[in-house]
């Protein structure tokens, strides 16, 4: 049992997604995004799928539209799509019954436009997944001041149900996770050093602090 809920996005081997499934990952991604050097192709996300049993699996959509995401999941038959745009379910496939909308957040994002895109959207949305990666927007600037805050963002998690994505470390996982509080949290997939073999030594060191 884990101290929160995980998400891991862009796993591209079998043996990081059994790992992640053992470890009681709830969703565990594949990315589709075409233009994503973590892209791959859907054969090989239904292979690895079809070997794993217990946590749910997702398909991870950059700005792509509905007719390509409905290509995609024809076969996998996955239930759940992450995206960056806004999508409504009548649009998808229907064996898709929920989306995570990803919202990359920036140093100078504003709290009242964040809250104003996550009221507007929670109605078709499931999880709100903040990348605060992907501007290298890191726990400690916040934490030093921004137009952010941690107090501001645990109004949003208690509001929402919010999924983060930090640059998490074995120093920081534990400070983000209790004070903010959020549904849960997304870890990045790397790649296999060869074969059947993973390097799980930083990982390793975050979910021996997030077990119970």
């Not at 929670?122 to 400690?140: G, V």
């Not at 137009?147 to 994505?165: H, M, N, Q």
């Not at 996770?177 to 990045?188: F, R, W």
């Amino acid at each position: 049992m884990l101290k929160t809920r995980l998400k891991v996005s862009s796993i591209n081997n079998l043996t990081e997604a059994r790992y992640f499934a053992a470890m009681g990952a709830e969703w565990i991604g594949f990315n589709f995004d075409s233009t994503s050097i973590r892209y791959m192709e859907s054969g090989a996300a239904k292979e690895i799928s079809g070997w794993l049993a217990g946590p749910r699996f997702l398909g991870e959509f950059g700005k792509q539209d509905a007719a390509y995401i409905n290509k995609i999941n024809k076969d996998l038959g996955f239930e759940i799509v992450q995206t960056d745009v806004d999508l409504v379910l009548d649009v998808l496939d229907n064996k898709i019954s929920s989306v995570i909308h990803r919202l990359a957040i920036a140093p100078d994002t504003q709290m009242v436009t964040l809250e104003h895109f996550l009221e507007e959207r929670t109605r078709w949305t499931s999880q709100f997944l903040l990348d605060f990666t992907q501007h290298n927007f890191s726990w400690e600037m916040l934490k030093k001041g921004t137009e952010l805050s941690p107090s501001l963002l645990k109004e949003l998690c208690e509001a929402y149900d919010i999924l983060l994505k930090f640059d998490f470390s074995k120093d920081n996982i534990l400070e983000i996770i209790e004070t903010l509080k959020p549904l849960g949290i997304d870890l990045s997939g790397s790649d296999e050093l060869q074969t059947g073999m993973q390097a799980f030594d930083e990982v390793g060191d975050i979910m021996e602090l997030l077990e119970v």
